[in-house]
């Protein structure tokens, strides 16, 4: 493959290809009534690496778990979005451009859940603190996870069907309890700061990425290392947090890269999608 100035195109740095393709969906298939032509998703993909192979193993996956759906025109296949598919990118779509990574307007209150299942709900256990760490749930101690603010446990946990099995609460810290100490206790903030100085070795050059091939590859590269940070991101209170702390310059690098890269993103986009219209 070749970059833009017609040289050889080194490796870019790996990235899954799952969650490349949801940033893919996310840019350039939500909110669009359309579906895109599989060849030309390959065409894309391409510019970043990933084989023909991974490509067809991911959009294959992903009609199996509902979130595509094919649709056949003459001998091609194109996947557009299902509700399920809209509902999963609308919700990273907040986490990248409303909620965003700081959170500046904690009220003081924290969202409880405890739990209580029997051994052999092992794997209901797993499903369940992987939903918690999922929405910003930090383990305080045995069986009871917290969260700063107000959290929509209800429509989270419907599908596990727990019933009586878990309580939720929400409370504030008292003496000699400080809010501070929880997060101490139930957050791993050198770990959260870890990945977001990652994020800016990467990206906080006055060149990042210069293998890549060109600025959509940057783009969904880019994309995709912010979605991921922020979502494993439980937006702990700034207030708790160290002044500098790293993801308040991260996220204001993000929103620099992506203004630069987009307009020229959507053009060459643009020249290699094929798209099918859905609406009626």
Same mark, same amino acid.
């Given at each position: ?18 969650? %490349? ?30 084989? &023909? ?13 509902? @979130? ?15 509700? =399920?598919?809209?509902?999963?990118? &609308?919700?990273?779509?907040? =986490?990248?451009? &409303?909620?965003? #990574? ?6 003081? /209150?924290?969202? %409880? ?12 256990? =797993? ?29 989270? !946990? ?8 878990? /309580? ?8 000699? /309890?400080?809010? +501070? ?12 700061? %870890?990945?977001?100085? +990652? ?7 006055? =060149? ?8 959509? +590859?940057?783009? @969904?590269?880019?994309? +995709? ?10 937006? %702990?209170? #700034? &207030? ?12 204001? !690098? ?10 020229? #993103? ?15």
């Amino acid at each position: 493959m070749k970059r833009e100035d017609g040289q050889d195109q080194p490796q870019v740095p790996s990235a899954r290809p799952q969650s %490349l393709m949801f940033s893919f969906l996310g840019i350039y298939v939500l909110g669009r009534d359309t579906a895109v032509y599989s060849g030309s998703v390959i065409d894309v993909f391409a510019r970043l690496g990933v084989s &023909e192979e991974a490509v067809r193993s991911t959009l294959t996956r992903m009609a199996k778990r509902n @979130l595509l759906a094919r649709h056949r025109r003459g001998k091609k296949v194109y996947f557009g979005l299902t509700p =399920h598919a809209t509902d999963v990118l &609308e919700d990273g779509r907040r =986490h990248v451009w &409303e909620t965003g #990574a700081v959170n500046r307007d904690w009220d003081g /209150t924290w969202t %409880l859940v405890g739990f209580s299942l029997p051994g052999s709900e092992r794997s209901t256990r =797993h499903d369940l603190r992987s939903q918690l760490i999922w929405a910003g749930f930090g383990l305080l101690q045995g069986g009871l996870w917290i969260a700063p603010g107000t959290k929509d446990v209800e429509a989270m !946990l419907a599908p596990l069907g727990l019933g009586d099995n878990v /309580t939720v609460l929400q409370a504030r810290a008292l003496k000699p /309890t400080e809010s +501070a100490d929880l997060v101490r206790k139930a957050f791993d903030t050198d770990q959260i700061a %870890l990945r977001y100085r +990652a994020f800016l070795d990467r990206w906080d050059t006055p =060149h990042p990425l210069p293998s890549a091939a060109d600025d959509l +590859a940057r783009q @969904l590269l880019l994309h +995709a290392d912010w979605l991921q940070l922020v979502r494993q991101d439980p937006r %702990l209170p #700034a &207030e708790h947090l160290p002044a500098d702390w790293p993801a308040i310059r991260a996220e204001k !690098l993000f929103h620099t890269l992506a203004s630069r890269y987009d307009p020229r #993103a959507a053009k060459l986009a643009e020249a290699v999608l094929d798209e099918l219209p859905l609406r009626p």
